[in-house]
């Protein structure tokens, strides 16, 4: 009899150690985002949303953002996003170019923000992280500054929960960390020089020059850009793709001229600190899946 006591003590202590072990075990987060380019034509490219899908459910992310969802309802949102093993899903609207959020977790969402937004901003949380899905202006960098500084607003004047915070998105911004890459691709300044003074209206370039001011406000919050440490310089790029050959750009070596980053993923401090790495999806897989490259990024966080 006590024997079999002593037995039972060892075998619960054994499995009380086994389960703090456990809790204790960081876990893995692997974010994406990615722009899918107008909603796969509105839904008509039946065969580029399925390999899109395809390629997601072969990444095992956790998170997707994802921008452009043109034509989309929330149904069918859901229905692709089983495609790539996500049942929570959130679409910000219905109508123009909007930005959604899909995860293996339940999603709760904070803010839908529509006026004096382009194209909107998604505000959710996710495993106790505050996610911001954003689409910035695609035309004035002036837009997306004051788009950018009410985004930070919601940064800084909030409680986070744990600190814990990611923007993410196609900012159509250059960030001054990529300013090498920018000078070995002249064209791309030329080409944006011409489409300014073509415009009364809007602006990309401050100066005729690469604007900074729009990722310089979020690493000043301070954001940081979890690619910067993982991917090489020159190879810092999420746009443009082969894809836009024969629509926008003339052959290969004028995809490759007019490379440059707009998409990121930017975290708080406390959640930068938990990345253990990054990279932006820009080889052949994704080159004919839309004209944005993915970006991806993994986590270790203590539960």
């Excluded at 954003?134 to 940064?155: C, F, K, M, N, Q």
């Excluded at 011409?194 to 401050?206: E, F, G, T, V």
């Amino acid at each position: 009899m006590k024997r079999n006591m002593k037995r039972g003590w060892i075998l619960l202590i054994s499995a009380c150690l086994l389960h703090i072990a456990a809790t204790g075990q960081d876990r893995h987060l692997r974010v994406m985002t990615y722009n899918i380019m107008d909603g796969f034509n509105f839904g008509k490219d039946t065969g580029r949303q399925q390999k899109t899908a395809a390629w997601i459910y072969s990444q095992k992310p956790d998170i997707v953002a994802l921008q452009e969802l043109c034509d989309y309802s929330a149904e069918r949102l859901q229905t692709e996003a089983r495609g790539w093993g996500h049942p929570y899903t959130v679409l910000l609207k219905t109508k123009g170019y909007s930005v959604g959020l899909t995860s293996n977790m339940p999603i709760t969402v904070k803010e839908r923000k529509l006026e004096g937004m382009w194209h909107g901003m998604l505000h959710c949380q996710v495993g106790g992280i505050d996610i911001f899905v954003v689409h910035l202006s695609p035309d004035d960098y002036r837009i997306r500054g004051r788009e950018a500084d009410t985004i930070i607003s919601r940064i800084t004047g909030q409680q986070l929960e744990n600190g814990r915070c990611i923007v993410l998105g196609d900012f159509n911004a250059n960030s001054p960390l990529d300013d090498d890459m920018k000078k070995r691709v002249p064209l791309l300044l030329e080409k944006d020089i011409i489409s300014d003074r073509k415009s009364l209206q809007y602006k990309n370039l401050a100066d005729e020059y690469f604007d900074y001011s729009v990722i310089s406000k979020f690493l000043s919050t301070p954001m940081i850009d979890v690619c910067r440490k993982y991917v090489a310089s020159e190879n810092r790029f999420s746009y443009s793709t082969p894809i836009l050959i024969g629509r926008y750009r003339k052959n290969m070596e004028e995809v490759i001229q007019r490379r440059q980053r707009l998409d990121y993923i930017l975290a708080t401090p406390s959640m930068a600190h938990a990345c253990t790495n990054a990279f932006i999806a820009n080889g052949d897989a994704t080159g004919y899946l839309s004209d944005h490259y993915p970006v991806i990024a993994d986590f270790m966080l203590p539960n």
